[in-house]
């Protein structure tokens, strides 16, 4: 399963050149040009890794902006600003603001920019413990299979694609199929502090994008007042 990518620049050529050289390493790309439209992406769905410019369009500081309402949204997910602007207060203000890296246009290659990333992502999975080579890392229940390491599902030898937040609220629910897992349990398991809304809003694109593969689909059941249980066939 590729990881996400939220790519926001407002130069075409370089919002383009960006795009191909993360999609050439595997990565799945969307790419905005501006604020507004990337915030309406964000609140609809949350990538497993943003890309931000400073100055967008006619906003010197939308990249900021932007950053603010993701970090309100997830304060764990990574963020990397890429930018023209390469002064050591925006650097120290871009990283306040929970930036994971600042790099600036003038010295970031296409080439260095997907390690980079590559290296923010191994960061991600040492955090959240896949990195363990003696934790468990195949959940099997049915007609569903989780591969940890690998951050692949199937449902019924389809693969089904996630991002990196449904996949860890989806595998919190496998784990122990019919026990019920609250919206703070699948918060704490996704790594994400959210509303129960968001937490629900999660569940739901799930769920469409298991029944893209099989319309029957009907596994996760919604608990009035206490949250999810996964049913087994």
């Not at 915030?39 to 890309?51: H, K, Q, T, V, W």
């Not at 602007?85 to 603001?97: E, I």
Request: glycine fraction near 4%; charged fraction near 25%.
């Amino acid at each position: 399963m590729p990881y996400s990518i939220a790519l926001v620049e407002d130069d075409e050529t370089l919002r383009s050149n960006y795009s191909q050289a993360l999609i050439r390493d595997g990565y799945q790309v969307s790419a905005y040009s501006s604020r507004p439209e990337a915030s309406a992406a964000f609140a609809r769905e949350l990538p497993d890794l943003a890309i931000l410019d400073v100055m967008l369009k006619d906003e010197m500081e939308g990249g900021f902006d932007l950053c603010r309402e993701l970090r309100s949204l997830s304060p764990s997910l990574p963020i990397i600003f890429l930018t023209a602007r390469n002064s050591d207060l925006d650097r120290v203000s871009g990283l306040r603001l929970g930036a994971w890296d600042y790099l600036t246009k003038d010295t970031t290659t296409l080439d260095f920019l997907p390690v980079r990333i590559a290296s923010l992502f191994k960061m991600v999975s040492a955090i959240r413990g896949t990195a363990d080579t003696n934790a468990e890392t195949v959940l099997c229940h049915g007609s569903i299979r989780i591969e940890k390491e690998r951050k692949q599902v199937n449902w019924k030898e389809e693969p089904v694609s996630l991002t990196l937040t449904e996949f860890w609220i989806l595998s919190s629910l496998v784990q122990h199929p019919g026990h019920v897992k609250s919206h703070d349990q699948l918060m704490n398991a996704a790594n994400v502090i959210v509303t129960n809304n968001a937490v629900a809003a999660h569940v739901r694109r799930i769920r469409e994008k298991f029944r893209e593969t099989d319309p029957q689909f009907d596994s996760i059941r919604a608990e009035y007042g206490m949250g999810y249980r996964w049913i087994e066939e």
